[in-house]
């Protein structure tokens, strides 16, 4: 101890003492641990006045572990199992190290101490972080009730871990579920600040362990592992199709909150995924509540169709991009056919009113005329500010739906003329194409055109002349004029009239709708 202290002690190798467990229960081995592994921890270590037992043992953690913490906790240890080396650093440890790791462990760690010692002793510290994570479905506390697997499965999958994992040891339960809950709180933390890369081969090896002992089915209880992730996909995919067969929706909220519950739904890679199944349940949610449209006139069924089909069929669309998963890309597919067939029918039942609308029979101030945009919505807003008019070429409700979730998400704010007015809705011209649509909505009057026919119009357009001057008269650019050549960046010269406040009333119209149909 005299030349372990002169090793970890000042300069001059002044010591006003030992700590007495040091030499009255240690012997001399841990004074030669600590010597055998000086070059390793030099430098690293602060020894205080007195050379005291947990600090030495952190020395020798440091030195022939690599566990380089200033204590001795159990998520900072099973973050130490994920190293590359870990391995070999216990293979390589000494005979006299090995045998008193329990002394170590133990009284930092009373309840999961002996458990961590029996698994690295058996050659699993490198798998510390998998084990905990395979504790939480083998030793869950609802795995029983939950009937995923057969009680004697759970029986036998547990008997063989013991003798696998411990050497035959009985453990307490407790100390199984507390490795399992400081895994679990490990990984979350990690899983929020790192990402899902540094757990991945942890998450992989506690599903093999699982599978080994016959654990597979229930990995739907974890809210961690991949394989609890597909099979709660899974259950989900039974429960929309159960939904449609009798038609109630419990089943499948229920299947939704714990596919929601999963911690790896909600990373970034599986938005897509999620959104669909989000707009399967809600389609699902129409279809059981039956809500046919109104067979009245035509501004009834258009009301409806802006506060409802327009949901319905945003929704729509996202089946249409199909599923990876087998068993739900089935049945995605029967949800969207069900759905489809009602929705056709109301469509149908709209297709008698055409000819009024045609004929411009009068509508509901709410519901406008695609050609009396400018006049009743542009011109009156021109008045107070100078106005930028997006027109947004292919657009439909259902786009709108699923585009005004994002325009709220990045702080824009839909303002109408008063607090109780219905939401506002064009109502294309007929044909409903571009030519004839756009046409009359950039011209304020029924006609058809190109987009030189469009600029002209709306250059001259009698309201939008009022609030320009005859220098800086309305302009409209288009597709060609915005873009910047051999980057697709906003055009410097469009850039300069849209944020200039010579012309009062700019309108440019966005294809990146259309393009995409």
């Known amino acids: 101890y005299e030349s372990s202290e002169c090793l970890v002690g000042s300069e001059m190798c002044i010591r006003d003492s030992i700590d007495p467990r040091l030499t009255r229960k240690q012997g001399n081995w841990l004074a030669e641990a600590l010597l055998g592994c000086y070059d390793r921890f030099q430098g690293e270590m602060v020894f205080g006045e007195v050379l005291d037992l947990d600090t030495a043992w952190l020395a020798l953690a440091r030195g022939y572990l690599g566990y380089t913490q200033q204590t001795l906790e159990l998520p900072e240890l099973l973050r130490w199992s994920l190293q590359g080396e870990v391995e070999q650093r216990i293979e390589a440890l000494p005979d006299s190290v090995r045998k008193h790791l329990g002394d170590w462990l133990s009284p930092a760690l009373p309840v999961v ?7 690295i002793q058996n050659g699993h510290g490198k798998d510390l972080f998998a084990v905990g994570l ?19 499965v759970i029986h036998s999958g547990r008997g063989r871990f013991t003798e696998r994992f411990l050497g035959g040891n009985k453990v307490a339960s407790h100390a199984l579920t507390g490795l399992g809950q400081a895994a679990m709180e490990t990984a979350q933390m990690m899983l929020k600040r790192e990402g899902l890369r540094t757990l991945a081969a942890s998450l992989d090896k506690a599903e ?46 229920q299947a939704w909150q714990m596919l ?35 067979s009245g006139t035509a501004p009834q069924m258009l009301r409806h169709y802006v506060v409802d089909g327009g949901f319905v069929d945003w929704a729509r669309s996202q089946m249409w ?42 509508l509901p101030g709410s519901l406008i005329p695609v050609e009396s945009a400018i006049e009743q919505l542009v011109y009156p807003i021109s008045d107070q500010k100078p106005t930028l008019l997006l027109v947004l070429d292919g657009m439909s409700s259902a786009v709108y739906r699923e585009l005004q979730e994002d325009l709220v998400a990045h702080g824009w704010i839909e303002v109408s003329a008063t607090p109780d007015n219905p939401e506002c809705c064009l109502v294309a011209a007929l044909p409903s194409i571009t030519q004839v649509s756009r046409c009359s909505l950039l011209s304020g009057t029924l006609a058809s055109g190109d987009a030189s026919q469009e600029k002209k119009a709306f250059a001259g357009h009698p309201l939008l002349k009022q609030r320009n001057s005859t220098r800086f008269p309305p302009v409209l650019l288009h597709k060609q004029e915005l873009q910047q050549p051999g980057s697709g960046a906003l055009a410097s010269d469009a850039r300069a009239v849209i944020a200039g406040n010579e012309h009062k009333v700019v309108g440019v119209v966005i294809n990146a709708i259309d393009d995409c149909l």
Not at 113 to 119: A, C
Not at 134 to 152: D, K, N, Q
Not at 267 to 275: G, V, Y
């Open 134 to 152: 395979s504790c939480t479905v083998m030793f869950a506390p609802g795995l029983e009730a939950s009937r995923a697997v057969e009680p004697s």
């Open 321 to 362: 991009a199909g599923e990876d998963h087998e068993a739900l890309n089935r049945v995605y597919l029967k949800l969207s056919e069900a759905v489809t067939s009602r929705r056709e029918q109301q469509n149908c039942d709209f297709a008698r009113h055409l000819p009024a609308i045609a004929r411009g029979d009068q």
């Open 113 to 119: 101490g002996p458990l961590v010692e029996m698994l």
């Open 260 to 294: 929601q519950s999963h911690w790896l739904a909600a990373l970034p890679n599986r938005h897509d995924q999620m959104r669909r199944a989000e707009m399967a349940l809600r389609l699902l949610r129409w279809w059981v509540a039956d809500n046919a449209s109104p």
């Open 208 to 253: 093999q362990t699982l599978a080994s002992l016959d654990f597979t089915r229930a990995l739907i209880i974890s809210p961690l592992l991949p394989g609890g992730l597909q099979q709660r996909f899974a259950a989900f995919a039974e429960a929309l199709e159960a939904g449609l067969n009798n038609r109630n929706t419990a089943e499948a909220e």
